[in-house]
């Protein structure tokens, strides 16, 4: 089992930055994929980004378009989403995923485990 808490949510201005946090503990991270989603009101959800554990290897959206980077700290074994330039339509709950697997995948139905989300409500 691998358990994940979301946090750094929070009211932002458009144009405004903010960074989100994914502590995860239980099963061996080592060998793991992890990403960020994100669910706006009366959508589906969708990928964000999302990074090899062992690899580096990371992935974006192309809505990120340059604005969001997904990183990782090997010491606290937290995973960040940096968010610049956020978007009134970047406004949405986020959530981080893990799956035990080292390729990055953008389908949420291939994650195994889920964090319980953090709201960003981007303000135009």
């Known amino acids: 089992q691998v358990q994940l808490v979301e946090s750094g949510g929070g009211l932002v201005q458009a144009g405004g930055s903010l960074r989100l946090s994914c502590a995860a503990s239980g099963r061996a991270i080592s060998t793991s994929t992890m990403g960020w989603f994100r669910q706006a009101p009366g959508k589906e959800r969708e990928f964000v980004a999302g990074?090899?554990?062992?690899?580096?290897?990371?992935q974006y959206a192309d809505f990120v378009e340059g604005r969001f980077t997904i990183a990782r700290d090997n010491a606290k074994n937290p995973l960040y989403l940096q968010m610049e330039s956020l978007k009134s339509e970047d406004t949405a709950v986020y959530y981080c995923?893990?799956?035990?697997?080292?390729?990055?995948?953008?389908?949420?139905?291939?994650?195994?485990?889920w964090g319980q989300g953090t709201q960003v409500p981007v303000a135009s």
């Open positions: 990074m090899s554990w062992s690899s580096d290897a990371s």
């Open positions: 995923a893990a799956r035990h697997s080292i390729m990055v995948v953008r389908t949420f139905d291939d994650y195994d485990y």
